[in-house]
């Protein structure tokens, strides 16, 4: 009551407008500070060399997120690399993220890669958000189902997407709200997540994978772990504060939020031989999915590869141009 007292004397015999401008400035002297450091990561010339280097891990990332598919006249794509297409990257954000991985596995400079990736966009036909009617995905998938007729059949096809965001809804920490109501549709928008609506993304995944492969070879990526925290910057601030922090996900805890992607891209090759690509023998060992690898972090927030982190993957990918007699093929069995 005193300290209410005391604020409030001030104030008294002033306009209405300039108590609201007293006020005003008050919030923005608390307010404006806080945002300034948070966009900054707390000012970073005052921290340490490693800490400023795990904290410049969120912007580790070659992403081509201004090559937009069906924005601005591009009907084609990003290619990078040399001028002889070799391979195609479809898919959502993951895909770009792990794009820059892709293009590394390239063993001659002449060959080039081709981003075909939308954020929020997974490799699903008839695809519908809820959440941002100006994100057609539909349009951008059938594009991408049908645009390969014209590359030579020989250039393979690599789908990667966020896929258990979709099926199973976000898995951080505090939005867990999010999960029970699908935030997209194919046929009908579902009030909550059935096994209808689990047969529905399931056969959806099979049929447009197996749609792009009855003229190519394709290749889907197991999903990559997901850390629940945004890698980076929850270890920089921990190390500011001195405290010892483990980041990592339990293999079976893996295995049960991905099983139901498993069996979709199981029954993918099963039904029309799409090829899998297993990224776990390259980021977990020991029963576990680390976030650092030589204090460096793999992510560039809770779920996306940094580029350190897609290095990681650049052995996996270059099994898919080991060549014999002139076809794309893998050296051996890659899938679990």
């Not at 081709?114 to 941002?132: E, F, I, K, Q, T």
């Not at 997209?184 to 959806?204: G, I, K, L, M």
Request: glycine letters at 8%.
């Amino acid at each position: 009551m005193l300290v209410e007292t005391r604020l409030r004397l001030p104030l008294e015999g002033m306009s209405r407008r300039a108590v609201g401008a007293a006020l005003a400035g008050a919030c923005a002297a608390v307010v404006l500070p806080t945002l300034l450091i948070e966009r900054e990561d707390g000012f970073a010339q005052r921290f340490s060399p490693s800490v400023n280097a795990m904290f410049a891990s969120t912007k580790d990332h070659l992403r081509t997120g201004d090559c937009r598919i069906l924005d601005k006249g591009n009907d084609s794509g990003c290619l990078v690399g040399g001028d002889k297409l070799s391979v195609i990257v479809m898919g959502d954000s993951h895909a770009d993220a792990a794009f820059s991985a892709v293009t590394r596995a390239l063993p001659d400079h002449s060959m080039g890669a081709l981003n075909w990736s939308v954020g929020g966009c997974p490799s699903m036909a008839g695809m519908h958000s809820l959440r941002d009617y100006n994100l057609r995905c539909d349009a951008f998938v059938a594009w991408a189902m049908q645009r390969p007729r014209s590359i030579p059949a020989d250039v393979p096809v690599i789908i990667i997407n966020h896929t258990s965001l979709y099926m199973q809804g976000p898995n951080e920490d505090g939005l867990e709200q999010d999960v029970a109501v699908p935030t997209f549709y194919f046929s009908t928008p579902y009030p909550h997540r059935t096994a209808v609506f689990y047969r529905e993304v399931r056969e959806h995944l099979i049929d447009t994978a197996c749609a792009v492969a009855k003229e190519r070879t394709v290749y889907l990526l197991r999903p990559v772990p997901e850390m629940k925290v945004n890698v980076p910057r929850t270890m920089a601030r921990a190390m500011i504060t001195g405290r010892q922090r483990d980041i990592s996900l339990p293999l079976d805890e893996y295995m049960q939020r991905h099983k139901l992607v498993w069996e979709a891209q199981d029954a993918a090759r099963e039904r029309c031989g799409v090829k899998i690509l297993d990224p776990l023998p390259y980021l977990c060992k020991d029963g576990r999915c680390d976030a650092l690898a030589e204090g460096r972090s793999l992510y560039s927030d809770d779920n996306h590869l940094s580029t350190y982190g897609g290095s990681h993957l650049v052995p996996l990918f270059s099994q898919i141009f080991t060549d014999t007699g002139g076809k794309h093929r893998l050296a051996g069995a890659m899938g679990h």
